[in-house]
């Protein structure tokens, strides 16, 4: 299926490059004014990159400073010669250190190992002796100057503990799953009873004195000490045997007594989980078919005092305000126990398995994405992420499914298209333009936003586009007019309406005048409109240069042609020799046409500077089970140079998507969204999104 898709994929980008052709030869009747440089570095330079993603829940639109990302590496811990586990880390209740059972790269000599989060600070507690239990149980204490752990022994399992500086190391009791008193001299446990032939929890002093049990159901699982002291709430299964395993539970005070049931008979995803404020129970189970989160309240408050809350899934932790609980494992999400409505953090995509920090501001959290790409990596990387991002803003709401963007190259407005929701259920395509902060949206009456059917002026203050022409005197169907309007859409005004198929239109940088192609006169040409009095001349007769099947039939929708900066010169696919080139004509000096060709290249935009531009292109021609390596060539358009700006790769082929220079032409950006510097240097992947533009 996934070959199918490559081999579709690849076969419409091909039709639609092969489809588009143009230009040039001459019959130079009018000269264009000379070119200004688009180049420079303005005052207000677009310095942000809008995008489009579906990261927060829905297909929107969004804008990103490319130079900060909500989610930083906090700290690289690496041992040599030591593997270091990601789903079993233990850390303090500061979060300031992580401890593990490290090992080999082939899993031999296990040792109790302990870190500092940032990285720094690694060292071993102690030589593992026995068998490690799978998955890891450990826990720091709640004063945060001990450690406790499971020890499998002979088909045993015992508790020991010991101090951070790896002295009055010492068993406990028997027991398989452990948890702190609030104070940090006792341990709560469950453990399975030879001569009762049962399970119970039971609770111990730290050295191993006063050891009693707490329940009476001879089936505990698991259980947890309330950060108060007062509650341990506990695991039971069920007697019965059902094709799922069912479990009650209840809490109960530390010495047996004021048992309370919280609920029965329920499947279990994850483990108990107290809020700090010690007002609720959380836990993860199924109601009515439906998987998410039950949270108990303590307080014998009217009302509902048992809440569940679908969708919200483990691993989950509390905030330490007790309001919010993030959740999940590869998109991290923050559900508000007020509004009781999840939002997904957006920019946490590709990480999960949050923990709170101390601030109730940042999460620790995995990178799951690098985890599943490199499994067998050695080291350890912790990230830090912000609960409220800075850096990354949301300008459409989920009600507007967005699927294409353009920007002027001053970054100064957004336009898009979106398919709205009505209130039938149905939905109505359109075009829209918005502010990058966020303000001034609007619908425009245009049709179309690719590359050849739009234009902005340099400054963004204007847009050009066609409309299809009707019930005119000599109209042909498929005949277009150009318009011009405001960036807000108003002020439309008929520039080109001589019936003909009239297409491709670009601004001339000093927003006077437009160039465009069209087929009036039985001939192919590019012509020049000034605004204001709407007289039209002929640049240069250009068609020798298109494709019969064009000249044959003008209403050719997917027509490619990709006009430079300074709307001197354009590129689409050539048409001469084999397939697979690209043409690039300079309308001044239409008989030096450049060609170059590939396997499948396509136009990713051109350099500011309206001397090079940017293609992509297929390393080779065969669709494999997975995506076909590509790569990033910057071809100057004198044919002087070609050079590669990014190296053949597979993982995700952004340049497919998009891609987008700033106005000074020293970054660019890719979908991805992943930015380098002009020679293809310095990546740096920021979020998950594609057809970036830059913006204010």
Known sequence: MRTKLILTFLSLLLQTMQTASVLAQQSQT????????????????????????????????????????DTQLFGKLHIEGVRIPRQDLVFSPDRKQVMFVGSSKFGKEPALWIANTDGSGARKLMDWKGVIRSPFSASYSRTGDRVAFVIS?????????????????????????????????????????????????????????????????????????????????????????????????????????????????RTLYWRLEWSPDCEFLSFVANFEG???????????????????????????????DCKHIAYGEDIVSIFDLSTEKARILFH?????????????????VYNTLGLRRNPDSLDLDLYVTQIEPRYIKRLTDEGMDVSDISCPPNGKVIAFVANTKTNDGTSNSGVYSINPDGSNLRKLPVARIQSGWFAWSADGSKIAFFKEMTNCKGCRPGNLQIQVANADGLGEQTIVNEPAWNFAPAWLPDGKSIVFVSDRGNTFGVYI???????????????????????????????????????????????????GGIRVIDVKKPSAAFEFFGIAPW???????????????????????????????????????????????????PQLFGMSWSLDGKRFACSGITTFDADGSNQRWIVTGYRPAWVQ
């Open 30 to 69: 009018t000269r264009l004014p000379p070119s200004e440089q688009t180049g420079s570095e303005a005052a207000t330079a677009p310095s942000k990159i809008a995008f489009i993603s579906d990261i927060g829940g829905g297909q929107s639109l969004y804008v990103v400073n490319p130079d900060h990302s």
């Open 290 to 320: 439906n998987r998410g989160l039950y949270v108990w309240s303590t307080r014998e408050a009217s009302g509902k005092r048992l809440r569940f809350f679908a969708g919200v899934e483990a691993p989950f932790a509390w905030s330490p």
């Open 348 to 364: 946490t995509s590709g990480f999960g398995r949050p923990l709170w920090l101390p601030d109730g501001n940042h999460l620790f």
């Open 529 to 579: 409109t000034d605004i204001q009095s709407k007289r039209t001349h002929l640049i240069a007769d250009v068609s020798r240069w298109l494709p019969k099947h064009v000249r044959n039939d003008a209403n050719q929708s997917s027509i490619s042609i990709a006009w430079s900066p300074d709307a001197t010169k354009f590129a689409t696919s050539a048409t001469s020799g084999r397939p």
């Open 153 to 265: 022994e002979e088909n045993l399992s015992k508790i020991y503990a010991m101090k951070l500086d790896g002295s009055d190391f010492h068993f406990v009791a028997d027991g398989d799953q452990l948890a702190w008193s609030p104070d940090g001299h006792q341990l709560a446990l469950t453990t399975y009873v030879p001569e009762k032939q049962a399970r119970y929890v039971r609770v111990v002093n730290i050295d191993g004195t006063n050891l009693h049990d707490v329940s009476t159901g001879g089936r505990a699982v698991e259980c947890t000490w309330s950060p108060d002291g007062k509650r341990l709430a506990v695991i039971e299964s069920r007697a019965e045997t059902t094709s799922e395993s069912r479990y009650d539970v209840f809490v109960v005070a530390p010495d047996g007594r004021q048992k309370q049931i919280v609920i029965e008979n």
């Open 603 to 653: 136009l990713l935009g051109w350099t500011p500077d309206s001397r090079r531009i940017a293609v992509g292109d297929l390393v080779h021609g065969m669709a494999m089970n997975s995506i076909t390596p590509s790569y990033i060539d910057l071809v100057a358009v004198d044919g002087s140079s070609r050079v590669k700006l990014i190296a053949p790769f597979v993982d995700s082929a």
